[in-house]
């Protein structure tokens, strides 16, 4: 695989900071699954919880936190990918 079609396959398949960060902002917990499943069951939960002991405020308060989490693990999963294409296609850049 040349490095162009290496690029490619990077740019689909990295994850939007600005898609996340808006996600976050208009679906609170539920824009973490632009990340990963994982993050978006977990913060769900989390919400979930700390909603239901302080009825609805707590929720309200994690909305922001989410807002700057998404593009913050975004750009995490984003190395995550390029590692595993370089490790995947042995390459030295993408």
Same mark, same amino acid.
């Given at each position: $695989?040349?490095?162009?079609?290496?690029?490619? !396959?990077?740019?689909?398949?990295?994850?939007?900071? =600005?898609? @996340?960060?808006?996600? &976050?902002?208009?679906?609170?917990? !539920?824009? $973490?699954? /632009?990340?990963? #499943?994982? @993050?978006?069951? +977990?913060?769900?939960? =989390?919400?979930? &919880? +700390?909603? @239901?002991? *302080?009825?609805?405020?707590? @929720? !309200?308060?994690?909305?922001? +936190?989410?807002? /700057?989490?998404?593009? $913050? $693990? #975004?750009?995490?999963?984003?190395?995550? /990918?390029?590692?595993?294409?370089?490790? *995947?296609?042995?390459?030295? *850049?993408?």
């Amino acid at each position: $695989m040349n490095q162009a079609q290496l690029d490619q !396959l990077y740019e689909t398949k990295r994850k939007s900071a =600005i898609g @996340a960060f808006l996600l &976050a902002f208009l679906f609170g917990p !539920l824009g $973490m699954f /632009i990340v990963s #499943t994982t @993050a978006g069951v +977990i913060s769900l939960l =989390i919400t979930v &919880a +700390i909603g @239901a002991v *302080t009825v609805g405020v707590g @929720a !309200l308060l994690l909305w922001p +936190i989410f807002m /700057i989490l998404a593009p $913050m $693990m #975004t750009s995490s999963v984003n190395a995550k /990918i390029k590692t595993e294409l370089q490790l *995947t296609f042995g390459q030295s *850049t993408v």
